[in-house]
């Protein structure tokens, strides 16, 4: 394997969005690696050998365990990367957890994976991103966390009563601002992503809960979204909270 010219690691990247834009972005270029992080190492390797078949990659892929759950096994994943390729270009926390009530134990847990879980895989892959020339954090937020949106009748999320998920996504946003504000002077380039209303595990299962009810669109499209913000084309919009077609308010 030639040296990859930018070498990605997606958490939760074995399911729905992390693992469309694992296919989008290998298809991009042969120069890129993702490195396909999962909490089960079987669900990793079935994901690893499905998008390796699919039509048109160009790149290379690998995959590490990760249950940003476990500080320990954060930081042997970040341990792999870096006796494997020595830096890290693109850091993008996806991986996230939603439940459809709340109660005390699914408040705790959804604070747990959604927030303690990108704050330890941000501080344990940050050194490997300092190794890149231009590095990348991108933190998969969703238009849910916008406190303004949230005060919008217009917007269709605007009625899901969603503390604990909304909560964690509001703070995530805060964690991307923070990260910002930090880091861009030693030249780290960070977003928060909404990745669009689309197809996939988060909401349950079962057919209806996975589309949305037939309203939810392709992952692809975040994978897209995605492959624009590591390719340097939004740029300009660095340390803004970004979606497929612009900015929303925090
Ligand atoms: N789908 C949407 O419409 C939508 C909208 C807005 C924002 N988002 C955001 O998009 C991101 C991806 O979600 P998705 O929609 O693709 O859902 P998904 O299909 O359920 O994928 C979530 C991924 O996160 C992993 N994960 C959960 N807990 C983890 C942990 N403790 N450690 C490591 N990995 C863990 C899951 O692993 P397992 O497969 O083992 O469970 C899975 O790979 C999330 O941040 C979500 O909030 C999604």
């Not at 954060?74 to 993008?92: H, I, M, N, W, Y």
């Not at 780290?188 to 589309?211: I, Q, W, Y």
Request: net charge positive; proline share 4%; glycine share 10%.
């Amino acid at each position: 394997m030639s040296t990859p010219s930018k070498i990605i690691l997606i958490t939760g990247a074995n399911s729905g969005v992390g693992f469309a834009a694992t296919g989008v972005i290998a298809k991009a270029s042969e120069g890129y690696h993702v490195i396909m992080a999962s909490r089960n190492p079987q669900n990793g390797e079935k994901a690893l050998k499905e998008v390796k078949a699919m039509e048109g990659i160009k790149g290379t892929l690998s995959t590490v365990q990760l249950d940003q759950d476990d500080p320990e096994s954060v930081k042997r994943a970040a341990k792999e990367v870096e006796s494997q390729f020595g830096r890290l270009d693109v850091l993008v926390n996806n991986a996230a957890i939603f439940f459809r009530n709340d109660t005390r134990e699914t408040f705790e847990a959804t604070w747990r994976t959604n927030l303690t879980g990108p704050f330890l895989v941000t501080e344990a892959f940050r050194p490997l991103l300092f190794k890149s020339k231009n590095p990348y954090s991108v933190f998969i937020s969703s238009g849910m966390g916008s406190l303004v949106q949230a005060q919008d009748p217009s917007v269709f999320y605007y009625s899901i009563y969603s503390p604990s998920y909304r909560m964690s996504k509001a703070a995530l946003n805060m964690y991307a601002i923070q990260e910002d504000m930090k880091y861009r002077k030693e030249g780290l380039k960070t977003f928060a992503m909404c990745p669009g209303f689309v197809v996939s595990n988060l909401r349950g299962k079962d057919e209806m809960s996975r589309t949305g009810g037939g309203y939810a669109t392709s992952p692809l499209v975040s994978g897209e979204t995605m492959l624009g913000i590591i390719e340097g084309k939004r740029d300009a919009e660095v340390g803004k909270f970004v979606w497929e077609k612009g900015v929303y308010p925090w």
